[in-house]
């Protein structure tokens, strides 16, 4: 997506003129509102002096702002502690993008008038008069682009501060207030604030006239004491909200987090009286024993997001009327109750506690035996299985027939790499890389990769050049970047002729994918946000293409669903949750997951596949992809084989056991959908002889052929 700058209201200060010199704003972003409505913004940046502000530093009302979109009061002193909390400890990277509208960089209309975020923006314009801008203002220097925005012209102004301004048209005063929910930084302060209005209305007027921070803090005590029940009791409507439907989870948990916590010991932390805050949420759900719902139900299901699924599961498992579908919708049930079993003994079984809040979550009453749905899940279909030796001979012909499909695929990928080879080792291209700001070592690593045909990650052991592209800043990643890719145009171009071919050869039709297209249910929303990205009709347009590619093998898939923030996935109870601020291949790469779904004896060969890519070198065969990619961001269970493939996530597995024979699921198919459509990935995984295009393109045909 290009990013482009933002125009300004009229009069604008000289320094504005600047920064916004094209027609556009920059990156949009979406947000949603405690109600769940979703409202398209886009970034902007502006001179503090610009803004129109609810409220002056004192607290004073400001008469130029419409006080219709302040639904709170903010000349009171529990304000001013918030707005001098802030100023005092600016968290910029929490003051810039967020899904929540009472959240982030300040929200305008197109006037600059501030309808979320007067309280953040009074804290930024307050910290600038202080001189503790400073950090701040680098921020946003260094992180311009990702808000489609000019880093140098930003640097030229005085007191920047970034803001979303309001795209969609609305009730703005009801935007506001629905924006207003507590207005935060993530401060203590803050979090004592939201707080206060989760408190009975009768109690909240002993903080507003509170004289001094002793007096406040004597309040704060009292009202913790007396209604860690109220507390809860609001967190259990709010679950309830979420669990009906009625709120999305997304958006529904961090409002609730809001209030009591960002974190897990934020939680504990600030709920003084636990047994009070979840003996309360018995009365919510009509519970009599006040003791199912314990501290670790709060934290597995507000903070670890589980649970949510199983509702969605049981309907899936009921309604499976054939053994495929029965077998999947069981293990796919059992995966998302499992959290909620007790372990005795070093097995799992479920109590009576944990079936009651399993019962909650589901919403329903009609939950099945549990010995019925293990029995199930256990019970492998006929159709979905291959002996071991089948498999091994399937993954050797599935080989040969993908290079069949690429004539002299071997020596066009040796000539390739030669000629990266010639180009790396010159006097010239190693100029070009230190030209680009990059430390010696790393260019040094960064060519040795690329002459020994390293390409990505390389391998586990972190032998590519990907690692040192990933310690480096934007700027200079893209500058290397740009010397990196045109190395890969032989392959790249080469790979898309072989796509194009397969596709040709697909059983399937354009006709075809188009009423398989109106089969299935897809977020409106989400197509108008995809084609708002990438072109009109695009959505459609890359639908049809990997319904071709997979030869219609797409059954599992029956919605494609709107997930506003955070990764997209794939689930096999038939759903695709897609970001359409994701890259383009994303949908590609969730239609990979469906099309391994719905060809379950291709799992079988995808073992082999992993198993041949292992490392062989006395070290544990599993590695966390945290630890091998170096990106904290991968849980802590998300695992993958040790293997020598150029991403590390194409050898991610989904078993219960850690064990390759035992996936339920793979990231093989999914990853080479991604590569098949953007293929300069494609490329960089051929040239390092992953191995994964050729099997790819060699099932396919196979699937094409009536193989599998």
Request: proline content about 3%.
């Amino acid at each position: 997506m290009t990013h482009t700058l933002a125009t300004v209201q009229q009069q604008p200060s000289t320094a504005i003129a600047n920064a916004v010199s094209k027609p556009e704003y920059g990156r949009v972003s979406y947000v949603s509102t405690i109600r769940g409505n979703k409202v398209k913004t886009a970034f902007n940046i502006v001179e503090a002096s610009d803004l129109t502000i609810s409220n002056h530093l004192s607290g004073r009302i400001n008469e130029a702002y419409p006080q219709s979109l302040q639904p709170r009061d903010r000349t009171c002193f529990i304000s001013q502690l918030q707005v001098n909390a802030i100023a005092k400890n600016l968290q910029p990277e929490q003051l810039a993008d967020s899904a929540l509208s009472g959240e982030g960089s300040p929200i305008t209309g197109r006037d600059h008038i501030v309808e979320s975020g007067n309280g953040r923006s009074m804290g930024i314009v307050k910290a600038y008069a202080s001189g503790n801008a400073d950090a701040y203002k680098d921020y946003l220097i260094q992180n311009a682009t990702e808000y489609g925005l000019n880093r140098t012209l930003i640097a030229d102004m005085e007191r920047p501060v970034l803001i979303r301004v309001r795209l969609d048209e609305v009730d703005r005063a009801q935007f506001a207030r629905d924006s207003n929910w507590p207005d935060t930084q993530n401060t203590d302060e803050n979090r004592v604030t939201g707080f206060f209005e989760s408190a009975p209305v009768g109690n909240t007027g002993v903080f507003r006239q509170a004289k001094s921070i002793r007096e406040l803090i004597r309040n704060i005590r009292g009202i913790t004491e007396r209604n860690s029940g109220t507390l809860g009791k609001w967190v259990g409507q709010q679950l309830s909200e979420i669990i009906t439907g009625h709120v999305p989870v997304n958006t529904g948990l961090q409002i609730i987090k809001s209030v009591i916590g960002k974190s897990k010991t934020e939680f504990q932390q600030n709920i003084h009286y636990m047994d009070l805050f979840t003996g309360s949420f018995t009365e919510v759900f009509n519970i009599k024993n006040t003791y199912v719902f314990r501290e670790e139900f709060i934290k597995k299901v507000i903070f670890d997001g589980k649970g949510f699924d199983i509702k969605a599961n049981i309907a899936a498992y009921l309604s499976a009327n054939t053994p495929i579908d029965r077998y999947k919708s069981a293990n796919a049930l059992l995966d998302s109750i499992k959290p909620f079993f007790e372990k005795k003994r070093g097995d799992l079984f479920c109590g009576w506690s944990g079936s009651i809040m399993i019962q909650i979550l589901s919403d329903s009453y009609q939950f099945p035996k549990f010995n019925e749905l293990t029995r199930d899940a256990k019970t492998v279909p006929n159709e979905l299985t291959l002996s071991p030796e089948a498999a091994e001979s399937a993954h050797q012909q599935i080989i040969t027939a993908g290079k069949a499909m690429m004539p002299n695929f071997d020596k066009a990928l040796d000539t390739e790499r030669a000629a990266i080879r010639d180009t790396v080792v010159t006097a010239r291209f190693k100029t070009q890389l230190a030209g680009t700001g990059l430390y010696e070592r790393g260019v040094d690593r960064i060519v040795t990769a690329l002459e020994n045909s390293r390409m990505g990650y390389g391998s586990c052991n972190g032998d590519g050049y990907q690692q040192v592209l990933n310690s480096v800043y934007g700027g200079i990643r893209d500058n290397i970047s740009s010397l990196i890719t045109p190395l890969l145009e032989p392959t790249h171009q080469r790979l898309n002729d072989i796509v194009t071919t397969l596709t040709e050869l697909s059983p399937t039709t354009k006709t075809d994918a188009e009423t398989w297209i109106k089969g299935i249910k897809i977020s409106k929303t989400l197509i108008n946000r995809y084609d708002a990205h990438y072109g009109s009709g695009v959505f459609k347009s890359d639908l049809i293409w990997a319904y071709r590619l997979a030869a219609g093998r797409l059954s599992t898939l029956k919605e494609i669903k709107l997930k506003s923030s955070g990764r997209s996935s794939a689930n096999e109870s038939g759903t695709i949750s897609l970001n359409p601020q994701s890259p383009r291949a994303t949908l590609a790469h969730e239609l990979g997951h469906h099309f391994e779904f719905s060809n379950p004896k291709l799992l079988e060969v995808v073992k082999i596949f992993l198993d041949t890519h292992k490392m062989d070198d006395g070290r544990p065969s599993l590695i966390r992809l945290s630890d091998a990619t170096g990106n904290n961001g991968f849980r802590q269970d998300e695992i993958a084989i040790r293997d020598s493939l150029s991403s590390p996530y194409i050898g991610k597995i989904y078993a219960r056991s850690g064990r390759v024979e035992h996936i339920t699921a793979s990231e093989v198919f999914s990853s080479a959908f991604e590569y098949l459509f953007d293929k300069k990935n494609g490329a960089v995984s051929m040239l390092n002889n992953d191995g994964l295009i050729e099997f790819a393109i060699g099932a396919i045909k196979g699937v094409y052929d009536g193989l599998y």
